[in-house]
T-cell receptor, first 112, second 109 residues
Framework: DAEITQSPRHKITETGRQVTLACHQT?????MFWYRQDLGHGLRLIHY???????NKGEVSDGYSVSRSNTEDLPLTLESAASSQTSVYFC???????????FGQGTRLTVV | GQNIDQPTEMTATEGAIVQINCTYQ??????LFWYQQHAGEAPTFLSY????GLEEKGRFSSFLSRSKGYSYLLLKELQMKDSASYLC??????????FGDGTTLTVKP
């Protein structure tokens, strides 16, 4: 079965460190998204990609970057982690055409 | 821009019916998703409305009025397992979804 996998599931890091969260999908979807979800709130879009070599900024992109070198992976990098980036991060994929999005299980990141 | 409004919390009784409303103002609107999210888990797809009207899928139905910027999710014959957050997510013709803060539904015996 096709799936979307995020790693690590939990991460504690120190302020100022660079952190990369992995997202790998086997759906063969062109569209991939990174969201963050703070306690008691909905999902806010960080970055997204519509295909290889394509990346776009979402509504809360400051301090984050992504790269898309193949269809399967969209790693999210925090350039210099800040306490305000403590959150749960979800990766999602979606086929072109507005069909449902499939979400990974999330990465809980704590910046101390 | 995007502006999404849905109630923060709702409580209902097992076996009852509950309606969760969502209003939105979305540039380039194409359709509207509803997702369910249990505590500590990832969101899962419930419905996607593109055209005006009601779409029924088992115990869950979703309604859309494009002209009013309004949608609702209707849950019938509530079960304890329906206790979760329900996320309204307008989708644009650019292929992006924006999520509301979600409605936390508590189903009581």
């Amino acid at each position: 079965d096709a799936e979307i996998t995020q790693s690590p599931r939990h991460k504690i890091t120190e302020t100022g460190r660079q952190v990369t969260l992995a997202c790998h999908q086997t759906w063969n979807h062109n569209n991939m998204f990174w969201y963050r979800q703070d306690l008691g709130h909905g999902l806010r879009l960080i970055h997204y990609s519509y295909g290889v070599q394509d990346t776009n900024k979402g509504e809360v992109s400051d301090g984050y970057s992504v790269s898309r070198s193949n269809t399967e992976d969209l790693p999210l990098t925090l350039e210099s982690a800040a306490s305000s980036q403590t959150s749960v991060y979800f990766c999602a994929t979606q086929a072109t055409g507005g069909t449902e999005a499939f979400f990974g299980q999330g990465t809980r990141l704590t910046v101390v | 821009g995007q502006n999404i409004d849905q109630p923060t919390e709702m409580t209902a009784t097992e076996g009852a019916i509950v309606q969760i409303n969502c209003t939105y103002q979305t540039s380039g609107f194409n359709g509207l998703f509803w997702y369910q999210q249990h505590a500590g888990e990832a969101p899962t797809f419930l419905s996607y409305n593109v055209l005006d009207g009601l779409e029924e899928k088992g115990r869950f139905s979703s309604f859309l009025s494009r002209s009013k910027g309004y949608s609702y999710l209707l849950l019938k014959e509530l079960q304890m397992k329906d206790s979760a957050s329900y996320l309204c997510a307008p989708h644009t013709n650019a292929g992006k979804s924006t999520f509301g803060d979600g409605t936390t539904l508590t189903v009581k015996p």
